[in-house]
């Protein structure tokens, strides 16, 4: 998969999950411009995981790891390509 296809796929998987979120911009801070919690977060690594036929370790679970949608999007592209 394209990495500009896996961010523009991404970008409507958080508009679905978290339809509070219309405009997406992955590189904005996720809990300071959208509000982001670790239950959000979870969330969307949970949908990530059924969509993108990866899985994410305890560890990756953690709001704390990702500061912009873009951390949590090159995360789930290395995870596709190590697929591969």
Do not use: C, W
């Not at 998969?1 to 896996?6: G, P």
């Not at 999950?17 to 670790?38: F, H, K, R």
């Amino acid at each position: 998969m394209e990495k500009e296809q896996l961010e523009k796929d991404f970008a409507e998987l958080i508009s679905d999950v978290l339809p509070e979120i219309e405009d997406v911009d992955l590189d904005a801070q996720m809990e300071q411009e959208y509000g982001i919690n670790s239950i959000s977060i979870i969330k969307l690594i949970v949908a990530a995981e059924h969509k993108f036929g990866v899985e994410f370790t305890d560890y990756e679970l953690a709001l704390d790891n990702y500061s912009t949608f873009r951390n949590l999007t090159d995360l789930v592209y290395e995870k596709i390509e190590s697929l591969d």
